[in-house]
Nanobody, 122 residues
Framework: QVQLVESGGGLVQAGGSLRLSCAVS????????MGWFRQAPGKEREFVAA????????YYKDSVKGRFTISRDNAKDTVYLQMNALKPEDTAVYYC???????????????WGQGTQVTVSS
């Protein structure tokens, strides 16, 4: 059974940086793509970034382009989200997500992590 464990969240001032990690454990049954989503209080969960199995294709929410970078290390079964120039509106619980298949996707993820809190103070 595949499990996802996020880490790296915390409290940071506006303009600061954080790097989230998502460790994938268990039997993955082939290539898998990964995504990051977030959910702020009182709002629906929203897409943030996605990456293909090879790492060659990435997608981003418009508001994070140029500030966030998704990457992966398949040897370590870990996906990262480097977040720079953070803004108070980035405050949310961040979730990593897993889907079977090599292509990056905005949708249709099979498994979710437990989430990690990111709080950006103004």
């Amino acid at each position: 059974q595949v499990q996802l464990v996020e880490s790296g969240g915390g409290l940071v001032q506006a303009g600061g940086s954080l790097r989230l990690s998502c460790a994938v454990s268990g039997r993955t049954f082939g290539d898998y793509s990964m995504g990051w989503f977030r959910q702020a209080p009182g709002k629906e969960r929203e897409f943030v970034a996605a990456i293909s199995w090879s790492g060659g294709t990435t997608y981003y929410k418009d508001s994070v382009k140029g500030r966030f970078t998704i990457s992966r290390d398949n040897a370590k079964d870990t996906v990262y989200l480097q977040m720079n120039a953070l803004k108070p509106e980035d405050t949310a619980v961040y979730y990593c997500a897993y889907r079977l298949g090599s292509r990056a996707s905005y949708y249709q993820y099979d498994l979710w992590g437990q989430g990690t809190q990111v709080t950006v103070s103004s």
